[in-house]
């Protein structure tokens, strides 16, 4: 079946640093591929989105590029900010469906000034 | 901008007890879906609704759940006899139309306690 790692939080970083969060998938097929973020109190919201090998999703400053070949979905940020904080999940869904979300555990990023 | 609601945003029940777990759309999506999170663990699918009847459903999704969109706009998860491993966040998903690329939209949760 399908499956989502992540790296296991929490990720402690100091305002302006560089910010990487691992993503792997298992899937067959071309799955989408998502990073959804909760902020403290808040529901899940799309943060970026990724549709197809070589696809680079973007928002806010962050990125993640669809690799094939490694089967990943890491999502980078240049320069955190403390609004930053909250938690991050990688998601895939299976192409051609309107099928379920598969998440990955949620990483919870700390970002202090 | 539309966004998808659940109430209550706390329910706190005791075990045996049903409970009826509230979410409203988006109003033009056709796709409604319901997932749940123990805490400290990952967000779990449970089930999926369209054209009036699951779609999909998990393992999890036993005969104690169903659900239901008993009007235009309401879309319930019923629990019929809530167990203490219940407990968890519970959100309520919907997607405009059929496409993967399509975003799931959430609702802010309701936390289900069983005591």
């Known amino acids: 079946g399908n499956s989502v790692t992540q790296m296991e939080g929490p990720v402690t970083l100091s305002e302006e640093a560089f910010l990487t969060i691992n993503c792997t998938y298992t899937?067959?097929?071309?799955?989408?591929l998502f990073w959804y973020v909760q902020y403290p109190g808040e529901g899940l919201q799309l943060l970026l989105k990724a549709t197809k090998a070589d696809d680079k999703g973007s928002n806010k400053g962050f990125e993640a590029t669809y690799r094939k070949e490694t089967t990943s979905f890491h999502l980078e940020k240049g320069s955190v900010q403390v609004s930053d904080s909250a938690v991050y999940f990688c998601a895939l869904t299976p192409t051609g469906t309107a099928s379920k979300l598969t998440f990955g555990t949620g990483t919870r990023l700390q970002v202090t000034l | 901008e539309p966004e998808v609601t659940q109430t209550p945003s706390h329910q706190v029940t005791q075990m045996g007890q049903e409970v009826i777990l509230r979410c409203v759309p988006i109003?033009?999506?056709?796709?409604f879906y319901w997932y749940r999170q123990i805490l400290g663990q990952k967000v779990e699918f449970l089930v999926s609704f369209y054209n009036n009847e699951i779609s999909e459903k998990s393992e999890i999704f036993d005969d104690q759940f169903s659900v239901e969109r008993p009007d235009g706009s309401n879309f319930t998860l019923k629990i019929r006899s809530t167990k203490l491993e219940d407990s968890a966040m519970y959100f309520c998903a919907s997607r405009a139309n059929t496409y993967s690329t399509d975003t799931q939209y959430f609702g802010p949760g309701t936390r289900l306690t069983v005591l």
């Open positions: 899937a067959t097929g071309y799955p989408s």
């Open positions: 109003s033009n999506h056709l796709y």
